[in-house]
Nanobody, 118 residues
Framework: QVQLVESGGGLVQAGGSLRLSCAASGSTVSINVMGWYRQAPGKQRELVAAIGRGGITNYAGSVKGRFTISRDNAKNTVYLQMNSLKFEDTAVYYC????????????WGQGTQVTVSS
C-alpha cells in the first residue's frame, strides 16, 4: 500500500510562485509514474503534470511553460513548481501515483488548496 501526503499549498497573488511537494511512503517500489491533478469548483478533475521514473514529463497545455514537475526517486518525493500563477490556477491540487504505465491512478493524496488572488 502507498500513502501520499501533499504540502506547500496556500494563498498567492497573481504572478507569484508556489512549490508543492508530495511524499510517498509504503510500497513505493510499486510506483512507476507520479503526477499532479487539480480540481476547481464546478469543474472536472484534470491532469496537470506527470513524470515517469526516468524523468519523462507531460503537461497540460494550460500550464506548459509555467509549471515544472520533478521527482527525487531517492526520497520518493515529487514536486510541482508553479510560476506566473493565474487566477484560473485556483484549485485543490492532488498528488497521484500510478502503478502501471498508461493505467489509472492507484493512490491519491488528500489534496492541498492553492488559491491565486488578483
Amino acid at each position: 500500500q502507498v500513502q501520499l501526503v501533499e504540502s506547500g499549498g496556500g494563498l498567492v497573488q497573481a504572478g507569484g510562485s508556489l512549490r508543492l511537494s508530495c511524499a510517498a511512503s509504503g510500497s513505493t517500489v510499486s510506483i512507476n509514474v507520479m503526477g499532479w491533478y487539480r480540481q476547481a469548483p464546478g469543474k472536472q478533475r484534470e491532469l496537470v503534470a506527470a513524470i515517469g521514473r526516468g524523468g519523462i514529463t507531460n503537461y497540460a497545455g494550460s500550464v506548459k511553460g509555467r509549471f515544472t514537475i520533478s521527482r527525487d526517486n531517492a526520497k520518493n518525493t515529487v514536486y510541482l513548481q508553479m510560476n506566473s500563477l493565474k487566477f484560473e490556477d485556483t484549485a485543490v491540487y492532488y498528488c497521484a501515483a500510478f502503478f502501471l504505465v498508461g493505467g489509472n491512478p492507484t493512490t491519491w493524496g488528500q489534496g492541498t488548496q492553492v488559491t491565486v488572488s488578483s
